[in-house]
């Protein structure tokens, strides 16, 4: 996965802004999964490509960057490249995602065979945390893990060696919260990740 941003890179002495920008909990750059059908990508947000399009797929998730306030997330747009250093953006993004506290519980509608790591605000983005997903393989004593985080806040883990039903509940449950929006949090993928060693290798459409 490359965490090259997209946009005019644009190095300039005002870099000292977007640490002083960090330096404070409240304003921290965090890294965001968005769908292809974002609107933030018309108005010119600055992402990088989590899964490309292909001849034959189109599914596409990127991931934005943006300043979480505490009024609301803003995000950064190329017109901030005139003043911010875009691989800085991406390293403070994704330091402050390693320094984000998420746990995994096991899950008891799973048999206790699967884990669930939800309900904070950068709960799906963990995904991009190799030494969150290595917690993962650990607990569940699995070398390759299929994941899911159909929505904002939302993650759930299982071996992909586990049993048909288990696995058939599994996506069950990721179908119901993808089709859920009571919570209002934000889609992401209607698609299951393929995890091995910590990081993404693969992932596979579910269709509707």
């Not at 999964?33 to 947000?45: C, D, H, N, R, T």
Request: glycine share 6%; proline share 2%.
């Amino acid at each position: 996965m490359s965490k090259t941003i997209y946009g005019k890179e644009k190095t300039t002495e005002k870099i000292a802004q977007i640490v002083a920008q960090t330096e404070t909990s409240d304003k921290k750059i965090f890294p965001i999964l968005k769908p292809a059908s974002w609107v933030g990508l018309k108005a010119g947000a600055l992402n990088s490509e989590l899964i490309g399009a292909t001849e034959t797929n189109d599914l596409e998730v990127v991931i934005g960057y943006g300043i979480d306030t505490p009024d609301n997330f803003v995000f950064l747009t190329q017109d901030h490249l005139k003043t911010m250093d875009a691989d800085q953006i991406a390293k403070e993004a994704f330091e402050n995602l390693e320094n984000y506290e998420t746990e995994f519980e096991f899950s008891g509608a799973l048999q206790n065979k699967a884990l669930t790591s939800s309900g904070n605000d950068f709960s799906s983005e963990r995904i991009l945390s190799k030494n969150h997903m290595m917690k993962a393989h650990q607990m569940l004593e699995a070398d390759e893990l299929l994941v899911s985080i159909p929505r904002r806040s939302c993650m759930m883990v299982i071996s992909k060696d586990a049993d048909e039903e288990l696995l058939n509940t599994f996506i069950f449950l990721h179908k119901h919260t993808w089709s859920d929006d009571s919570y209002g949090n934000a889609p992401i993928a209607n698609i299951l990740f393929l995890v091995k060693d910590g990081v993404i290798v693969g992932h596979g459409a579910l269709g509707e």
